[in-house]
């Protein structure tokens, strides 16, 4: 329901005090932004004060010792100071020094405590006034300076020294040169500069980072030790700080002395400001401007919560009734919502308790909705969403009950046979709908009862209660065949799908959930070993003696290199217009324990599942160069077939040390062909397109071996730049008895003459055969019939008798 009224008058008309809110906030603001630059005037300010009296006592410094210069030219200018008389100073001279020194104490507004007289060759003539500082603290470098200078001398005590150098002269030539050296206690100039600078200073030495008090005009000096030992030297050097004494705020600043410290480097001169009056000024006003803020704050809050009362007392009524909501109490919560009292006008009030009843209306529209979700998320979480069927955890769980119950039967594992190139190749898209056909012939197949599910992937698993052995392995057979019949339209191909399957009893073959599980995978391993698209039950001394065999033979494609236990031997392949062997694959022989050459098969499939083929493959291919390398000139014109492994054709690490062993051995490369299966190539297309064009710019020739079987197609052949067509020997050896076989061959020879590639028919072992396939146009042949491999190579006629192949 809604509640209209014909006349709206907002909540903001009620609550026109929170402008007043707003305008603490702008006096807050700006409250803040005067206190910062208040204090930033002031800090600003403190500092120009401090630079100014640094610069000040550097002009007073300077001032002094151009007025002893000049005071000290013109008045002994007017006493007269004469030559020396056997290096020492003259009745005359020390009586006119002498009244120099009385006029100097009495008119230079300071006390000098003693006056020195040094010759030209800075030696000790005389002094006068007090001897405060020993001669051999002199700076010797002050007192040959040409010109007036000053410094600062510490030991205990600190003292100002200045020399000013006076020349005698006797017409225009000079002949006499004095240097005059005036000796003032620090302490007596500080009340002067002072006066002047308006702070008290005194002088600390530095000891570290610790601070010792030298000199002061404080009558107690304790107070300033106590304060100066708080601080250290980086904390006040050129920065004012503020401190407290005597209930007083000061500001401290400790400045290098603007004059050369002889004997005490870490010299510093402080000074001490009494600023107790402006920092109360500023406090003050701070404080005046918090306690306003506050007041404006307090009296606004007052009259916020005054027109706020009545509609916050609806809003709590509204918010009293929105808990019955999580009761599902929709019906009641309408009914307390139109029974609120109104309002003289509309307001947000209002448009509350609009939403609150609109609110329930969703609230109780979305339950109706979440209890079907609900539902839903129940099933999913149990059920594969893409084929419908319950999933690993709720197959484990079912099952995990039965095999409680003690139920007998035998537990089925799928897999599909190259689903990765059916996702790689056509998208994910035509995958789906692969697992959705394998979903629904295993459903065809199987009773409705029977507990199957989608393990992931594409991986199936069903359980099948009361069945012996001999049973599921008829049900098996069924669903192999079943699942082989599958036809799924891909980009520009038709996949077929293929299945291994894994079967495993209950009890005898595994009493535990997890025990059942892992047999049954690795009899379906062993179904993938055996070929694909086959099914395989559970053995155990089977299985184990294939364990033992895959580590024996593993062990042996580590070490076969290294042993010298691998050879080439060479099959002759036989061009059907001119009956010669044209060109040999090399082919891989291991020599057992007993040193007998046997097939280098299970080793080759070993090597590939333990990363050591590549480095077999390098060795085939060195071995072959270094046999065409060493062909006579009769046999230069044979070519050598080299099978490359799909992991090292998909390594470009392993292709770069291929066209080194090509380049460095200077082969012709023209006489080698190099076969690929179509798997390998697949599994990433256009890196085996460069590889491929990389190796034949050097003038290699490719093969692509087994073609026909497992996922083969003729866009591959438009898309891979190949030179031979290797048929598969499974269609050859049943020619002469399936015509489809024969259609087959004929339509391919057709296709591959149309791409320009040429063909070879593999297992060709009798003269029917070898006929039927020259018939069809195929170009070359390699069977027992041409010729079996033998180490050495050699160029025969074909074998007119038939032989078996072993």
């Known amino acids: 329901m809604k509640w209209a009224l014909s006349f709206r008058f907002g909540l903001g008309w009620k609550i026109g005090g929170l402008l007043g809110c707003l305008i603490l906030v702008l006096f807050a603001t700006y409250a803040y932004l005067n206190h910062r630059s208040l204090n930033n005037y002031f800090t600003v300010e403190r500092q120009s004060q401090s630079q100014l009296r640094s610069a000040q006592l550097e002009g007073m410094l300077a001032n002094m010792l151009e007025q002893l210069q000049v005071l000290s030219q013109n008045r002994l200018s007017q006493v007269g100071l004469n030559e020396l008389e056997n290096d020492r100073l003259t009745e005359t001279s020390y009586q006119n020094m002498s009244t120099f020194w009385s006029d100097l104490r009495n008119n230079l507004g300071y006390s000098v405590d003693s006056l020195m007289l040094f010759d030209s060759r800075a030696r000790y003539l005389d002094s006068w006034g007090y001897q405060t500082l020993p001669l051999d603290k002199l700076s010797s470098e002050m007192l040959y300076s040409p010109v007036a200078r000053n410094y600062i001398h510490c030991s205990d005590r600190c003292y100002l020294v200045a020399v000013v150098p006076y020349r005698f002269s006797s017409g225009l030539a000079v002949v006499q040169r004095y240097s005059l050296v005036y000796v003032i206690k620090l302490n007596q100039l500080m009340p002067v500069m002072e006066k002047k600078l308006g702070s008290t200073l005194f002088t600390v030495r530095a000891n570290g980072e610790k601070l010792e008090l030298l000199e002061s005009t404080f009558r107690e000096r304790q107070p300033l030790k106590q304060l100066l030992s708080d601080w250290q030297v980086s904390e006040l ?115 509350l308790a609009n939403a609150a009843s609109q609110l329930t ?191 024996y033979w593993l062990e042996q494609a580590r070490r076969a290199i290294d042993q010298e236990r691998l050879t080439l031997v060479f099959q002759p392949i036989q061009g059907f217009a001119n009956g010669q062997n044209s060109h ?158 024969r259609v087959f061959i004929k339509a391919l020879v057709e296709i591959a003459g149309h791409f320009g590639y040429q063909t070879i028919a593999e297992y060709v072992e009798n003269a029917a055969l070898y006929e039927v396939l020259k018939e069809l146009g195929i170009d070359y042949a390699q069977g027992y019939y041409v010729g079996k491999p033998a180490p050495m190579l050699h160029t025969v006629q074909p074998i007119l008798v038939e032989t078996s192949s072993a």
């Open 237 to 351: 050097e050129n920065k004012p700080v503020i401190v407290e004494m005597d209930k007083r705020a000061l500001e401290m600043r400790l400045s290098a002395l603007p004059l050369a410290v002889v004997d005490n480097d870490a010299l510093f001169i402080g000074s001490l400001v009494d600023i107790d009056g402006v920092v109360k000024a500023v406090g003050k006003a701070q404080a005046i401007n918090l306690v306003f803020g506050f007041v404006a704050l307090f009296v606004l809050l007052i009259s916020l919560l005054l027109v706020l009362r009545g509609p916050l007392l609806r809003v709590r009524k509204v918010i009293a009734i929105l808990p019955q909501l999580a009761q599902s109490r929709y019906r009641d919560v309408h009914n307390e919502i139109s029974s609120l009292p109104k309002t003289h006008f509309a307001d947000e009030t209002d448009d």
């Open 361 to 551: 209306d969703q609230l109780e529209s979305m339950e109706k909705e979440l209890t079907h979700r609900a539902e839903e998320l129940e099933w999913l979480a149990s059920h594969d969403s893409l084929t419908r069927l319950i999933n690993r955890r709720q197959f484990e769980i079912l099952l995990g009950q039965r095999l409680l119950r003690d139920e007998r039967g035998c537990l089925f594992f799928i897999d599909l046979d190259n689903f990765k190139y059916i996702n790689d190749y056509s998208g994910h898209n035509v995958g789906d709908r692969m697992l959705r056909a394998v979903s629904g012939a295993l459903e065809q197949v199987l009773s409705p009862n029977v507990l199957c599910a989608r393990f992931g992937g594409d991986e199936f698993a069903f359980y099948l209660p009361g069945v012996c052995s001999e049973l599921a392995e008829m049900v098996a057979a069924r669903v192999v065949r079943v699942v082989s019949q599958l036809r799924i339209g891909g980009k520009e191909q038709l996949h077929s799908a293929s299945a291994s399957l894994g079967i495993v009893a209950y009890p005898e073959q595994g009493r535990s959930l997890d025990e059942l599980l892992a047999h049954a995978d690795l009899a379906m391993y062993q179904a993938k070993q055996q070929g694909k698209n086959c099914y395989s039950l559970y053995q155990r001394e089977t299985i184990k003696e294939d364990s033992r065999q895959r580590g």
């Open 584 to 741: 040999y694959e090399v082919l891989l022989r291991f020599k057992d324990d007993s040193n007998r050459l046997v097939s280098a098969y299970p080793l080759i499939v070993a090597a590939e599942d333990g990363g050591y083929i590549s480095r077999i493959d390098l060795f085939v291919i060195e071995n072959a160069v270094q046999t065409l390398l060493g062909l006579p000139s009769s046999q230069k014109e044979i070519s050598l077939s080299i099978n490359l492994s799909g992991r090292s054709f998909a390594d470009p690490r392993v292709m770069r040390q291929i066209e080194k062993i090509l380049e460095e051995s200077r082969v012709d490369c023209r006489r080698l062909i190099f076969e690929i299966t179509e798997t390998a190539a697949l599994n990433n297309l256009p890196l085996a397109c460069e590889a491929i064009d990389r190796l034949k710019s050097l003038g290699c020739r490719f093969a692509l071996d087994d073609f026909g079987v497992g996922f083969s197609s003729f866009h591959t052949l438009k898309e891979l730049p190949v030179d031979y067509i290797k048929i598969d020997g499974s269609f050859v050896r049943e020619l002469l008895n399936k015509p489809s076989d």
